[in-house]
T-cell receptor, first 113, second 114 residues
């Protein structure tokens, strides 16, 4: 089945640093989504990308839908302690079920004040 | 309600017992999804409802897992004869419609099978 490979698995950074994480797939995805999950909570949608090449920002977050439809990255600028959490990429694949998301395994972000 | 709610938030059970997990979607959302998240893993799709019917049950890991949805609203995920490998966080999400509509997640039920 379709899979998403997310990297890095974890990051330890200093407050104020920029962060970059990415997802790749061997198959095409119609959408790319980036979620953040904090302990004891469900994932919360950060950014949704619907067109190949699309670059979208949400505050300090910027994400891009790769032109090949097989990859996406998420950047966080000037990190702050509340950015701590697990970031997941997800996508709606081609064919298959209506709407179910395929998730990467997550990038755990730790921010040192 | 304001968001997706799930109950219980935590469930500890003994191997072999049956458990029921409940999801209350956002009012008016027609699509409902169940996912499973094992420790350190991403979310694994289990089943999807459009209204009260489940067009896709392909993610259910075994016939011990079943789910139903009534009145186009509340859904229950039932695991029969629980096994230790069933221990995970079970997350429910709902969206306005199916397809690529944004999915909003509940806080999950953490299931521990002893």
């Amino acid at each position: 089945g379709q899979q998403l490979n997310q990297s890095p698995q974890s990051m330890f950074i200093q407050e104020g640093e920029d962060v970059s994480m990415n997802c790749t797939s061997s198959s095409i995805f119609n959408t790319w989504l980036w979620y953040k999950q904090e302990p004891g909570e469900g994932p919360v949608l950060l950014i949704a990308l619907y067109k190949a090449g699309e670059l979208t920002s949400n505050g300090r977050l910027t994400a891009q839908f790769g032109i090949t439809r097989k990859d996406s990255f998420l950047n966080i600028s000037a990190s702050i302690p509340s950015d701590v959490g697990i970031y997941f990429c997800a996508g709606h694949g081609r064919g298959g079920s209506q709407g179910n998301l395929i998730f990467g395994k997550g990038t755990k972000l730790s921010v040192k004040p | 309600g304001a968001g997706v709610s799930q109950s219980p938030s935590n469930k500890v059970t003994e191997k072999g017992k049956d458990v029921e997990l409940r999801c209350d979607p956002i009012s008016g959302h027609t699509a409902l999804y169940w996912y499973r998240q094992s420790l350190g893993q991403g979310l694994e799709f289990l089943i999807y409802f459009q209204g009260n019917s489940a067009p896709d049950k392909s993610g259910l890991p075994s016939d011990r897992f079943s789910a139903e949805r009534t009145g186009g609203s509340v859904s229950t995920l039932t695991i029969q004869r629980t096994q230790q490998e069933d221990s995970a966080v079970y997350l429910c999400a709902s969206s306005l419609g199916a397809g690529e509509d944004t999915q909003y997640f509940g806080p999950g039920t953490r299931l521990t099978v002893l």
